[in-house]
């Protein structure tokens, strides 16, 4: 069984941040990559930021230098840093992960969600 639980979200002014934060725990082998997803009222879940194992990290152009996704191995800890935020990153935020829980293969996991509204 493994669970991902998230933190963070809220109501912020344009241009302010918030930090979400994403932990798994469970019977867990390995994890390949951990990252966020984001979907707004009428949108499809669209991919926010991920990083795999090796730390390399990749964005939405829509969120590059603006958004920072770090990992703490250790604790199987996902953080996503969101600066200068905007209208349009008003969205339920799910962390993902690809878990190996000894199974020899990586399987999709999501959290619960949280809500980000940015709004004046």
């Known amino acids: 069984q493994v669970q991902l639980v998230e933190s963070g979200g809220g109501l912020v002014q344009p241009g302010g941040s918030l930090r979400l934060s994403c932990a798994a725990s469970g019977s867990i082998f390995s994890i390949y990559v951990m990252g966020w997803y984001r979907q707004a009222p009428g949108k499809e879940r669209e991919l926010v930021a991920g990083i795999i194992s090796g730390g390399s990290a990749n964005y939405a152009d829509s969120v590059k230098g603006r958004f920072t996704i770090s990992r703490d191995y250790a604790k199987n800890t996902v953080l996503l840093q969101m600066n200068s935020l905007k209208l349009e990153d008003t969205a339920v935020y799910y962390c993902?992960?690809?878990?190996?829980?000894?199974?020899?293969?990586?399987?999709?996991?999501w959290g619960q969600g949280t809500q980000v509204t940015v709004s004046s």
């Open positions: 993902n992960a690809k878990i190996d829980v000894g199974s020899n293969r990586y399987d999709d996991y």
